[in-house]
């Protein structure tokens, strides 16, 4: 599967922004698909899933104030996110669930990413 993210920029805080993941065509069928991000300096760490029954679950950081949404029809999936702060600045990612999945399963289908910064 092939993914590609979309929809970073720079924003102060109590920002929001909309990012966007296409993905190929495959990835219609894999059930559980995630957001994830990396900030400078840190491992990546997972951030919200959404599976294709509509079930979703978030990092307790983003609770509240992002929202994850998927399109089959459109190959897409995206991360709606409000309130932002310095702490959500980081580098974006879609990618197949890590709960639902083992890293190989996945691992050669990481995307360049998006670029969310949050600063004054």
């Known amino acids: 599967v092939d993914f590609a993210e979309s929809g970073g920029e720079l924003v102060q805080p109590g920002a929001s922004l909309k990012l966007s993941c296409v993905f190929s065509e495959y990835g219609r069928d894999v059930w559980a698909m995630a957001w994830y991000r990396q900030a400078p300096g840190k491992q990546r760490e997972w951030v919200a899933r959404i599976d294709n029954g509509g079930a979703t679950v978030y990092k307790d950081a983003v609770k509240g104030r992002f929202t994850i949404s998927r399109d089959n029809a459109e190959m897409s999936i995206y991360l709606q996110m409000n309130n932002l702060n310095p702490d959500d600045t980081a580098v974006y990612y879609c990618?197949?669930?890590?709960?639902?999945?083992?890293?190989?399963?996945?691992?050669?289908?990481w995307g360049q990413g998006t670029q969310v910064t949050v600063s004054s």
């Open positions: 990618n197949a669930d890590s709960v639902y999945y083992a890293p190989s399963f996945y691992s050669d289908w």
